[in-house]
């Protein structure tokens, strides 16, 4: 199959360049199941039974050696989506597949922590400062879903995501250095025409060139993230969707802790000013080597499947006019389930916008009202020594944050009942005996694993070689699950949990309150790093791999790159909504600086708490996979007996 060859790191130059090859390898990596349960009479549906991710596995021979009856209705088929014969990624695969977007964090949040008190140090206002931040919700919502459709259409041999990665990863290096550096870079060229780095002319010209260069590294940070996604859906297996989502946020609360944690440390007296003599300039460097290190070692244990197969692209031209056509006729056939998801997103995002960005000025307020309320008649120099104390603060809050959100990401895969369980036809010696090579054409790279235990457990805890020990730990594993527990429901309660801490602001008054909040927020934002992705890449996985059994390519409403970009919109265009929003209640609410007992930021946050409510109510509307699994096999059930 393509998912085996695109998955091994041996044997390239042995890769199928046409379907008739590719089916000649398949036969040889496994046995086919119409050649060892007998031929069947109609060819088209042992290649349907035998590839496809989307339907039950075999049943096993009876005593008497006779199959039990099944479905014949393609459709039926094909949307079926019980055990599929996708095979089980090891933990180590899962970790490399996802690694890159622990730099790509990194990257991010040395922007987002850092990167507003550099630009007011260059002299801009913080008028024009919420104008230049607006650039991170704006390409997202423009450049995702342009890298998207690129991406899908993209045949490069080696992968249709890697091109898209690497280059948005080296955008995103020479930006973050030009932007570490600009008064330099300004001052050195102008210099070069005898201006004076003091004057006012360089002041200015730096900072019109630092906002050119925040534009373009938020565009490529837009593009590594739209092609680490589309990555992952693309080289998880369909049961795995969850756990590689979850990896994706684990490996995000690292990235998030080392940013944090990095504003407790003098980095240019650490390093010696070896790598700059500004904090912002060495945690722009370390962000580098994290991004482009995790960007080449995932390209280059992970090989995609071959583009070329899923055959010719579209040939339509991707101007300004038909960028928006395809994109609003991709809109209008999304996926119910992915515009679900899409629905509960918009509203998710407009109440976490305010939060991310304006918490650490809450807890800011909080620690400083007392000395604001005793000394009323500060001065400006004074009220902004008051405000670095009240910052730092806040940032060992959101240290907590990022620390609670990290312990969740490792413990709620483990008691969230997974909606996709792992396939169960494999053999015993496939199953339980791993002596070769797990790397090799045709191998699973984990053993088989039962169906009873999640995806996540198994990447954790691979089966043992004895079946008996291999039982118990399942067992054990299972028991830790929540029955009731699937990821809509924990994705739901997580908005709810979220509301009720943002209502809570009405009663806060201590920053330890604050912090405490803050962390069981944490929670709520494991489940926003994980569900939805999941969610997404789950349909969309289980879509293209049936397509590509088919023998051909997925339909355009199913082709994960132009989906996420699609899902990113709805992520980013609420930000933007938000802002607006934010900038009404400040406007009618906020204070003189340096006054006590501002509360503007407390109703931006209760804002974004019943923006959270709405959110719940879309996600209830998400469908279970269970429940559709139930409706399919109604569904074949009757046409069976139509067709009796």
């Known amino acids: ?251 995000s609360g690292v990235g998030n802790i080392l940013g944090y944690l990095s ?134 809050a959101l240290l907590i944050f990022a620390i609670t959100s990290f312990i969740c990401n490792l413990i709620l895969p483990f008691i969230v009942v997974p909606s996709y369980n792992p396939p169960t036809n494999l053999s015993r010696n496939q199953s339980f005996h791993s002596a070769r090579s797990p790397y090799r054409h045709g191998q699973p790279t984990t053993p088989g694993t039962p169906g009873a235990m999640s995806a996540s457990m198994t990447s954790f805890f691979p089966p043992t070689p004895s079946p008996s020990s291999h039982s118990r730990l399942t067992r054990l594993l299972s028991a830790a699950q929540i029955p009731w527990l699937t990821l809509r429901r924990a994705w739901f309660l997580s908005h709810i949990l979220f509301a009720i801490c943002m209502f809570l602001t009405f009663f806060i008054r201590t920053t330890t309150g604050a912090t405490v909040l803050v962390g069981i927020v944490g929670l709520s934002w494991a489940l926003t790093l994980w569900a939805p992705f999941a969610l997404i890449s789950a349909e969309i996985s289980k879509r293209d791999a049936a397509a590509r059994k088919l023998g051909g390519g997925a339909a355009k409403e199913d082709k994960a790159g132009i989906v996420l970009g699609l899902h990113n919109v709805a992520v980013s265009a609420p930000q933007i909504l938000a802002t607006l929003v934010s900038s009404a209640i400040f406007k009618v609410t906020q204070k003189p600086r340096g006054s006590a007992g501002d509360d503007s930021v407390g109703w931006v946050l209760r804002f974004g708490g019943l923006a959270a409510l709405v959110a719940a109510y879309m996600t209830s509307r998400i469908g279970e996979e269970a429940e559709k699994k139930k409706e399919r096999k109604g569904e074949a059930d009757e046409e069976m007996g139509e067709g009796s």
């Open 263 to 396: 504003g407790y440390v003098d980095l240019p007296v650490l390093t010696g000013g070896y790598f700059g003599n500004t904090q912002f300039k060495v945690l722009c460097v370390i962000a580098c080597f994290a991004l482009g290190g995790t960007v080449v070692i995932s390209c280059l244990y992970i090989r995609e499947h071959d583009p070329r197969l899923e055959g010719p692209p579209s040939d339509e031209k991707l101007g300004v006019i038909s960028f928006f056509r395809q994109v609003f006729s991709s809109i209008q056939r999304l996926n119910p389930q992915v515009r679900k998801v899409c629905d509960a997103q918009f509203f998710t995002w407009m109440g976490w916008f305010p939060f991310l960005f304006y918490i650490t000025t809450y807890i800011g307020q909080l620690h400083l009202n007392p000395y604001f309320a005793s000394n009323p008649d500060l001065s400006e120099a004074e009220i902004d020594t008051a405000w670095e104390k009240g910052t730092r603060v806040a940032t060992f």
């Open 1 to 251: 199959m393509a998912q085996e060859w695109a998955d091994s790191p041996r044997n390239s130059k042995e890769r199928p360049q046409t379907r008739n090859s590719q089916d000649a390898l398949d036969g040889q990596a496994r046995p086919s199941i119409s050649s060892s349960k007998g031929v069947r009479g109609n060819t088209s549906f042992d290649l349907l039974n035998e590839s496809s991710p989307l339907l039950s596995p075999q049943d096993p021979e009876s005593q008497d050696g006779h199959t039990s009856p099944r479905p014949s209705h393609p459709s039926t088929m094909l949307d079926c989506g019980d055990d599929d014969e996708e095979e089980s990624k090891s933990v180590w695969y899962l970790f490399l597949l996802t690694l890159s977007i622990g730099g790509l964090q990194i990257a991010w949040t040395v922007e987002i922590s850092n990167g507003s008190p550099y630009l007011l140090s260059l002299g801009m206002s913080k008028s024009l400062l919420a104008l230049v931040w607006i650039a991170g919700p704006l390409s997202g919502t423009l450049v995702q879903p342009y890298v998207g459709i690129m991406s899908d259409n993209c045949r490069v041999s080696w992968g249709k995501r890697k091109p898209y990665m690497l280059a948005g990863a080296a955008a995103t290096l020479i930006s973050l250095v030009a932007l570490a550096w600009a008064r330099e870079i300004v001052s050195g060229v102008l210099g070069i025409f005898g201006a004076d780095a003091a004057s006012y002319g360089v002041k200015l010209t730096a900072i019109t060139f630092a906002i050119a260069v925040v534009y373009i590294l938020d565009c490529a940070i837009n593009t590594v993230q739209a092609g680490i996604r589309a990555f992952i859906v693309d080289n998880a297996p369909t049961h795995q969707q969850e756990d590689a989502n979850a990896w994706a946020g684990r490996i």
